[in-house]
T-cell receptor, first 112, second 114 residues
Framework: EDQVTQSPEALRLQEGESSSLNCSYT??????LFWYRQDPGKGPEFLFT???AGEEKEKERLKATLTKKESFLHITAPKPEDSATYLC?????????????FGQGTTLQVKP | GAGVSQSPRYKVAKRGQDVALRCDPI?????LFWYQQALGQGPEFLTY????????KSGLPSDRFFAERPEGSVSTLKIQRTQQEDSAVYLC????????????FGPGTRLTVT
């Protein structure tokens, strides 16, 4: 069964304190791994797509990496405005419809 | 440009009532998805449209849930005889391609069944 697990469930950081969020996945043929940011009361906002092991993508203070079993979202010198829930999702090779399988999310709080 | 819009943003229904949730995807987007998000959880897939064709409805939890996209643009998710367990945020997403790749989400409709 295709599955995505994120850890930790919640993370509190001081402003400037770098850290990483983990996304472990089990999927029958990975077509893509997606990172989204979700603010309270809003829909998920697309951040990155990774397609193959070894791939990395960066956007401002965020960097996403991918291995054959997991993905990391590295946050460098975070600011309070980075506080949000970060969702990881995969698209399985068995799916030809593009549906995403999400993890439960990591809620990040950055204190000034 | 305009993103995905959903209406209403909030809906309170009494148990047993029928509800209809609307999604306006980004113009020209071929693919449209509905997801259900329970409090504190990630979104769960409900159904997928490619233009007007519903190609995957494997995530619909019961036959009380029905979705349509008759002209290949606006979509409606209908829930008949609502139950308390239907309380959740219903998210719509659209994508410019027919498979894979990033999906762009709307703000969601929060449904509360009392």
């Amino acid at each position: 069964e295709d599955q995505v697990t994120q850890s930790p469930e919640a993370l509190r950081l001081q402003e400037g304190e770098s850290s990483s969020l983990n996304c472990s996945y089990t999927v029958s043929g990975l077509r893509g791994l997606f990172w989204y940011r979700q603010d309270p009361g809003k829909g998920p906002e697309f951040l990155f797509t990774l397609y193959s092991a070894g791939e990395e993508k960066e956007k401002e203070r965020l960097k996403a990496t991918l291995t054959k079993k997991e993905s990391f979202l590295h946050i460098t010198a975070p600011k309070p405005e980075d506080s949000a829930t970060y969702l990881c999702a995969v698209q399985a090779g068995s799916s030809n419809t593009g549906k995403l399988i999400f993890g439960q999310g990591t809620t990040l709080q950055v204190k000034p | 440009g305009a993103g995905v819009s959903q209406s209403p943003r909030y809906k309170v229904a009494k148990r047993g009532q029928d509800v209809a949730l609307r999604c306006d995807p980004i113009s020209g987007h071929v693919s449209l998805f509905w997801y259900q998000q329970a409090l504190g959880q990630g979104p769960e897939f409900l159904t997928y449209f490619q233009n007007e064709a519903q190609l995957d409805k494997s995530g619909l939890p019961s036959d009380r849930f029905f979705a349509e996209r008759p002209e290949g643009s606006v979509s409606t998710l209908k829930i008949q005889r609502t139950q308390q367990e239907d309380s959740a945020v219903y998210l719509c997403a659209s994508s410019p391609r027919t498979s894979s790749y990033e999906q762009y989400f709307g703000p969601g409709t929060r449904l509360t069944v009392t």
